[in-house]
């Protein structure tokens, strides 16, 4: 535990001396705040058209209206991003060799990659945690049901977890940062739109690839559902993308 | 303390390293030995648990390392040749870093750090970005991070490769000041490093190897047990390298003009009766030196291909 706490303390460091944290937060909050502060001006406008139908007026909801287009539009942004973030996670340790450092020291495979794993969740708890500040308007000037919110949050969260692990994993594949970005990337994208092709498949084909893309499973947690399905699906993508992470790691050592 | 048994390492087709045996006692510094590409690396990754080997057994301290990585990567400190640092830490902070992953006791890291920032000198750079300190500190750093846990085992791969003399003078008194503590190897390509902090050698070519042992066995097993000296007189005549041969001890003496080759088996030293005999016989002498370069000799054969085990 304390090896994992010892790798994870560094690399936050490096997140955090470096601009790249900084600089990912504050673009990150930036667009959120743009697309939030849309949101809120659609809404309103909706609201002042509707001022005069109270029966029309019941029908608003903030959390429908707002928060579940918010949501979709951060996990866009997450997509671009966590690439950027998990790129130099391994990639960096190789190409400066650093990672000879960390081979030759009593430190497990399972610890460097947690403790890497964990430094990239934290900045995601940063972003997200940062930008929670913007429901301190909905709270105060409107009435959002609470419940919608926090389960949207943890799905970002799980969704963005699960991306970090995708990051991880070609970041051990490759000593090339860009490349590492790219193919994740690209992962993502994929995964993000293969419910798609469901459209023209049918029988299991289509459930599977329902199953398989995030998207599936993100967006009955925008809506306050609490799915243990969504769950254990996300948390199996972490678990997977570590694993592949671990086995490349070891494959090192029989080349 | 260390022992390597018949060790090869293959990358796919290549032969990197090719049925190597050696060993290294305790508490000694040797030196691994080759031209570039022998297979010096490769080495050092395998007894540090980075690389496994294709074949054959290596231990450390009796651990093997196939078996118990984790009980070699504790007590072996390393310096791989591409340093391995972190350059946007300070030196402060990476040798922190260091002690925390090498498993240094919470109440011990703060001492472990400063000793090693004392005995590699890095007092007056330590608050510094490892980015902006010279190439001559980043070597210490790198020293001073396979010292930091006060390893039994020290393994440096060129641990002077890009310093100025004054650096790489200081740097081989300090490899020195470990001796009898720590067993260490050391690998160079270049001659001196071995004869003047080595306490022995394992040579190596294309994997293979090529002599190994303490000094003193290297250079008697090359020249046949004899040592030496070059003499360097006013006249170069047969008559002077007659009156040479007969002081008693010596073996051979082999003139070049004005210079004389002056041998003698190893172990005896008739190198005062010389002298005596050169005042004596008022012989006007220019120069005299010791022959000890014979390991150079002995290398520079062996890796022309001169030389078979």
């Not at chain 1, 790129?87 to 990659?113: A, C, G, H, W």
């Not at chain 2, 250079?219 to 002077?240: A, K, M, Y």
Request: charged share 20%; proline share 3%.
């Amino acid at each position: 535990m304390n090896n994992i706490w010892a790798v994870c303390k560094k690399e936050i460091k490096s997140y955090f001396t470096s601009p790249i944290a900084y600089v990912t937060i504050t673009v990150f909050l930036v667009l959120v705040g743009f697309f939030f502060q849309s949101l809120i001006w659609w809404f309103n406008m909706q609201s002042l058209q509707m001022a005069r139908n109270p029966q029309a007026l019941q029908q608003l909801n903030i959390n429908q209206m707002v928060y579940a287009p918010l949501f979709h539009n951060i996990s866009i942004i997450l997509l671009l991003m966590i690439p950027l973030l998990t790129m130099r996670l391994f990639s960096e340790e190789k190409r400066s060799k650093t990672d000879e450092l960390l081979y030759t020291s009593p430190l497990s495979v399972n610890q460097i990659i947690l403790g890497k794993y964990f430094a990239s969740l934290f900045v995601l708890l940063v972003m997200l945690a940062l930008n929670g500040l913007l429901s301190l308007f909905t709270f105060l000037f409107g009435n959002p049901e609470l419940a919608p919110v926090l389960t949207g949050y943890l799905g970002l969260f799980l969704m963005g977890a699960a991306f970090m692990a995708v990051g991880i994993f070609f970041s051990s594949l490759t000593d090339n940062q860009i490349v590492s970005a790219v193919l994740t990337f690209g992962a993502l994208l994929l995964f993000w739109v293969l419910n798609w092709a469901s459209f023209s498949t049918s029988g299991i084909w289509k459930d599977v690839l329902n199953y398989i893309s995030f998207f599936q499973h993100f967006d009955g947690l925008t809506r306050g559902i609490l799915d243990t399905t969504d769950i254990v699906y996300y948390l199996s993508f972490i678990f997977l993308g570590l694993f592949f992470t671990h086995s490349v790691i070891q494959s090192r050592k029989w080349r | 303390m260390i022992e390597v048994e018949h060790l090869t390492k293959k990358y796919g087709d290549l032969v990197a390293v090719d049925d190597l045996s050696f060993t290294v006692e305790k508490g000694k510094i040797w030196g691994l030995l080759g031209p570039n590409a022998a297979g010096k690396t490769t080495t050092m990754r395998v007894l540090t648990c980075y690389l496994p080997a294709t074949y054959g057994k290596a231990t450390v301290s009796g651990f093997d390392v196939f078996e118990q990585p984790n009980e070699i990567k504790k007590i072996i400190g390393y310096l791989p040749e591409v340093l391995p640092l972190y350059t946007d830490m300070t030196v402060q902070a990476y040798l922190q870093f260091v002690a925390e992953i090498k498993q240094v006791p919470r109440e011990r890291r703060r001492r472990a750090v400063g000793h090693a920032l004392d005995v590699c000198g890095l007092g007056d750079v330590q608050g510094r970005l490892i980015k902006n300190i010279s190439k001559g500190y980043r070597q210490r750093v790198g020293i001073a991070q396979a010292l930091l846990h006060d390893p039994q085992v020290i393994i440096l791969d060129e641990p002077t490769v890009g310093l100025d003399p004054a650096q790489i003078r200081e740097i081989r008194q300090l490899i020195s000041s470990l001796r009898g503590e720590h067993t260490i190897i050391l690998s160079t390509h270049i001659l001196a490093e071995v004869t003047q902090t080595c306490d022995g050698a394992v040579i190596i070519n294309d994997g293979k190897l090529m002599a190994s042992g303490s000094l003193e066995e290297l250079t008697s097993s090359f020249r046949g047990g004899n040592d030496g000296v070059h003499v360097r007189l006013r006249d170069g005549e047969d008559r002077i390298s007659e009156l040479l041969r007969e002081i008693p001890g010596v073996e051979d003496v082999r003139r070049r003009r004005n210079e004389y080759a002056v041998e003698w088996r190893y172990g005896t030293s008739p190198i005062d009766d010389i002298l005596k005999c050169i005042v004596d016989k008022d012989l006007g002498l220019q120069e005299m030196r010791p022959m000890s370069m014979s390991i150079e000799d002995l290398y520079l054969k062996i890796i022309s291909g001169g030389v078979e085990q």
